[in-house]
């Protein structure tokens, strides 16, 4: 069977075409626009390929209640051509299969878990650290929705003493985003995050903001593996010095095989950087059958 993947971004929108052992037969790239630019170029692409459903792993926040009457909206983003917009109508209005629809996050949570190094676990934390932090969680084996779905990347956090840094947040300020996110780096060091790579208190703050956050979902959530991803998480300088102030943090309270490995506790994603289109082939799969 062929399944269709979006992975619906707020730069760029892939497009794929994947069968149910998870082999990509096909995939393009479309930079993201405006809904009346974009949305039909995807049309055109999924139109073509004889697909069975098609799954969509969106950025948000998302509308993800059944019984909502915007479910299948993209809400209160900052991209403000896409804020209220119905993606999920578009392609039920214009495809007539099975749709699957969640986060990209939690997309690529999926991802993980089906293809990759999440598999066969109960309960699991994707993070990624980019434009904005984003988290989707696996608990109990299944995507965790609740009343839409996490947003683990506006955790609130104190600000470390002496961090002057006013926050990016339109929302919280200073919320994890708002703090540790990309544009937040570049806002606070006055250079692109990949430009600051030789300067060590740069990676050590972020990592403590990072680690902060990553300790709290440990608490919470038990989780048995937490992925990092994201464009900031491409400092390889960065993932070490998380798990050094994660286990700091944690003051040995939690001992659990796990933890006694952070290196294979605290990993990179393991699909290259598939995990997010892989997720999104699996919503589709999922959806395949379900009445929509
Ligand atoms: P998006 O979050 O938009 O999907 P990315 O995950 O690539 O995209 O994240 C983009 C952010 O990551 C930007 O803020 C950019 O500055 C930052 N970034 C990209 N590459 C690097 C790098 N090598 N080192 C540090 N930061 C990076
Ligand atoms: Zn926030």
């Given at each position: 069977?062929?399944?269709?993947?979006?992975?619906?971004?707020?730069?760029?929108?892939?497009?794929a075409v994947g069968n149910e052992?998870?082999?990509?037969?096909?995939?393009?790239?479309?930079?993201?626009?405006?809904?009346?630019?974009?949305?039909?170029?995807?049309?055109?692409?999924?139109?073509?390929?004889?697909?069975?459903?098609?799954?969509?792993?969106?950025?948000?926040?998302?509308?993800?209640?059944?019984?909502?009457?915007?479910?299948?909206?993209?809400?209160?983003?900052?991209?403000?051509?896409?804020?209220?917009?119905?993606?999920?109508?578009?392609?039920?209005?214009?495809?007539?299969?099975?749709?699957?629809?969640?986060?990209?996050?939690?997309?690529?949570?999926?991802?993980?878990?089906?293809?990759?190094?999440?598999?066969?676990?109960?309960?699991?934390?994707?993070?990624?650290?980019?434009?904005?932090?984003?988290?989707?969680?696996?608990?109990?084996?299944?995507?965790?929705?609740?009343?839409?779905?996490?947003?683990?990347?506006?955790?609130?956090l104190p600000k470390r003493e002496?961090?002057?840094?006013?926050?990016?947040?339109?929302?919280?300020?200073?919320?994890?985003?708002?703090?540790?996110?990309?544009?937040?780096?570049?806002?606070?060091?006055?250079?692109?995050?990949?430009?600051?790579?030789?300067?060590?208190?740069?990676?050590?703050?972020?990592?403590?903001?990072?680690?902060?956050?990553?300790?709290?979902?440990?608490?919470?959530?038990?989780?048995?593996?937490?992925?990092?991803?994201?464009?900031?998480m491409h400092q390889e300088q960065?993932?070490?010095?998380?798990?050094?102030?994660?286990?700091?943090?944690?003051?040995?309270?939690?001992?659990?095989?796990?933890?006694?490995?952070?290196?294979?506790?605290?990993?990179?994603?393991?699909?290259?950087?598939?995990?997010?289109?892989?997720?999104?082939?699996?919503?589709?799969?999922?959806?395949?059958?379900?009445?929509?």
């Amino acid at each position: 069977m062929r399944f269709g993947a979006l992975e619906a971004g707020g730069t760029k929108m892939v497009c794929a075409v994947g069968n149910e052992r998870g082999e990509i037969l096909n995939r393009i790239s479309i930079p993201t626009e405006t809904p009346k630019i974009t949305m039909p170029k995807l049309l055109a692409y999924f139109q073509d390929q004889e697909i069975q459903a098609l799954g969509i792993g969106c950025f948000g926040p998302i509308d993800l209640h059944p019984d909502s009457e915007t479910y299948g909206y993209i809400t209160t983003t900052s991209k403000l051509a896409w804020k209220h917009y119905d993606i999920l109508g578009y392609f039920r209005r214009h495809l007539g299969i099975p749709l699957g629809f969640d986060t990209d996050v939690n997309g690529s949570m999926l991802g993980e878990a089906t293809w990759g190094c999440a598999r066969g676990l109960d309960t699991a934390l994707y993070m990624t650290v980019g434009t904005g932090v984003g988290v989707g969680i696996l608990a109990g084996g299944k995507l965790l929705h609740g009343m839409q779905h996490p947003e683990g990347g506006h955790i609130l956090l104190p600000k470390r003493e002496g961090d002057p840094y006013a926050g990016k947040c339109p929302y919280h300020k200073t919320c994890l985003e708002g703090l540790a996110a990309g544009p937040a780096i570049e806002e606070r060091w006055g250079k692109k995050a990949a430009e600051l790579c030789d300067q060590p208190d740069v990676w050590e703050l972020e990592a403590y903001y990072l680690a902060y956050a990553i300790t709290n979902y440990i608490l919470i959530l038990s989780p048995q593996k937490i992925i990092l991803g994201g464009g900031v998480m491409h400092q390889e300088q960065l993932l070490p010095l998380v798990r050094e102030k994660v286990a700091d943090m944690l003051g040995g309270y939690m001992q659990t095989k796990e933890l006694s490995d952070l290196a294979s506790y605290l990993v990179p994603p393991s699909l290259g950087d598939d995990q997010g289109i892989l997720g999104a082939l699996k919503l589709g799969m999922d959806a395949c059958g379900e009445i929509i």
